[in-house]
């Protein structure tokens, strides 16, 4: 049931949401600029306003914005903190739900109903979202693996990708996983050994392949570990949600 309701209050948003930025006006051309006239010029695309930004990023404050908010599907698991993460990875992971990459029922339906604009303008959003209490990180561990997790990381070669403390990818586009939720990470590291199944799963060749090497067990130590980290990132609260009426 609460996997149902979590479903199905997720799709009311995105339906809400979707209907909210059909009625933002068109953007118009300046007078005198090319095309600004023309019959059936179509406006090239710019960055949001502050009002239809916010209505954008609603769908994802119903969760995201949340702190400890949990998700029942496939499991019981903190959704991730994204305010702070790349937005050029954000951006990766929303069009991978959108392709069916990643299977998640409603987080398909809300990418599907995200034009590459809207897209773009969410990843950049939350990536500044919060940087005025972001304190830098430093370039080692805040605190040193056990003997297994260490010959774990080792065997996985995760700062290979996700860089110094596991908040400097070599590139953008790979998640920044130091300080994540550990059940979250627990959860996104199984997915990528998931086959076969039309609901759940990541098609990642690298990760999948890296994933595949270790039990579940092996996967909650390593999550665990990173998710004791400090990181960059962080569930910012939506701010006018908690405006006095």
Not at 185 to 199: G, I, M, Q, R, S
């Amino acid at each position: 049931m609460n996997k149902l309701l979590n479903t199905l209050f997720a799709l009311v948003v995105a339906s809400v949401t979707s209907l909210a930025l059909a009625q933002q006006p068109p953007a118009t051309a300046p007078a005198g600029a090319p095309g600004a006239n023309s019959p059936g010029a179509t406006p090239a695309a710019g960055p949001a306003s502050p009002k239809s930004l916010e209505a954008k990023v609603a769908m994802c404050v119903g969760c995201h914005g949340i702190v400890g908010y949990k998700s029942s599907f496939p499991e019981v698991y903190r959704v991730p903190k994204i305010a702070g993460q790349s937005a050029k990875y954000i951006a990766a992971a929303l069009n991978a739900y959108k392709t069916g990459d990643r299977k998640h029922p409603t987080m398909r339906g809300i990418a599907e109903s995200l034009s590459d604009q809207d897209v773009t303008d969410i990843a950049a959003y939350y990536e500044k979202l919060g940087a005025e209490d972001r304190k830098p990180i430093a370039e080692k561990p805040s605190r040193e693996p056990s003997a297994q997790v260490a010959g774990l990381l080792q065997k996985a070669a995760c700062a290979s990708c996700h860089g110094a403390n596991f908040s400097k990818p070599i590139d953008p586009s790979y998640p920044k996983i130091g300080g994540q939720y550990a059940d979250y990470v627990f959860v996104a590291l199984k997915a990528y050994k998931t086959e076969n199944n039309p609901a759940v799963g990541r098609n990642n060749g690298v990760m999948g392949a890296i994933a595949k090497q270790f039990s579940n067990a092996e996967l909650k130590a390593l999550s665990n570990y990173v998710g004791s980290l400090e990181g960059e990132m962080a569930t910012v609260p939506e701010s006018r949600w908690h405006k006095s009426h």
